[in-house]
């Protein structure tokens, strides 16, 4: 079964600090990772995935996150928060189950990043 | 670009009734995901369609039944509704033409029962 953990449940940042918040998951097949950002009262926002290729990727807003399959963690950075990314930050994964269809996100628990202006 | 879109944003029931939510996928996605959202808790998944049949099943009770119609939509019926059954349900959209598969969320329905 697959399973995601992310380490921090809340990080507190001021304004211009680097962020790194670390997705450990647990499967056994070729995966899919994804981060997500739900802002207070929203739905899930892709902020980048990683299928294959170039293990460190690049999403939207200056996020950035490095697949490192060795470790089995895939944690999202960004060099210099903005009070504007103060929201939840859900790392997910998905896994081939044959064919191209890779089905359900298993979601870690959620991280609340606090950004102080 | 469209998004997917999903139908009551909010719903207050009162328990034992029934309840029914609606989702309309990004227009081409022939697959659709139920997430069910607790509070303070990460996304469940609940159940999924591809081309209308049935793809997988989660922990979804068996007061729950959904279904995808023809023209994509899919519906979550919610029945004999419980206290716990109060959360953030979100369905996401993915189409298995592409070479990848990124699921797309709507925006929710948060329901609360009563």
């Known amino acids: 079964a697959q399973s995601v953990s992310q380490h921090n449940h809340h990080v507190i940042l001021s304004e211009a600090a680097s962020l790194e918040l670390g997705c450990n998951y647990s499967?056994?097949?070729?995966?899919?990772l994804f981060w997500y950002v739900q802002y207070p009262g929203q739905h899930l926002q892709l902020l980048l995935k990683?299928?294959?290729?170039?293990?460190l990727v690049k999403g939207i807003k200056g996020f950035e996150a490095e697949f490192i399959k060795s470790k089995f963690s895939f944690n999202l950075r960004k060099p210099s928060v903005q009070w504007s990314d103060t929201a939840e930050y859900f790392c997910?994964?998905?896994?081939?189950?044959?064919?191209?269809?890779?089905?359900?996100?298993?979601f870690g628990q959620g991280t609340i990043l606090t950004v102080h202006p | 670009a469209a998004g997917v879109i999903q139908s009551p944003r909010h719903l207050i029931k009162e328990k034992r009734e029934t309840a029914t939510l609606k989702c309309y996928p990004i227009?081409?996605?022939?697959?659709v995901y139920w997430y069910q959202q607790g509070p303070g808790q990460d996304p469940q998944f609940l159940i999924s369609?591809?081309?209308?049949?049935?793809?997988d099943k989660g922990s979804i009770p068996d007061r729950f039944s959904a279904q995808q119609f023809s023209d994509y939509h899919s519906e979550l019926n919610m029945s004999s509704l419980e206290l716990g059954d109060s959360a953030l349900y979100f369905c996401?959209?993915?189409?298995?033409?592409?070479?990848?598969?990124?699921?797309?969320f709507g925006p929710g329905t948060r329901l609360t029962v009563l």
């Open positions: 369609f591809y081309e209308k049949m049935q793809s």
């Open positions: 997910a994964v998905n896994g081939a189950v044959g064919g191209t269809s890779y089905g359900k996100l298993t």
């Open positions: 996401a959209s993915t189409t298995l033409d592409a070479s990848t598969d990124t699921q797309y």
């Open positions: 499967y056994g097949g070729t995966v899919n």
């Open positions: 227009p081409r996605h022939d697959t």
């Open positions: 990683y299928f294959s290729g170039d293990p």
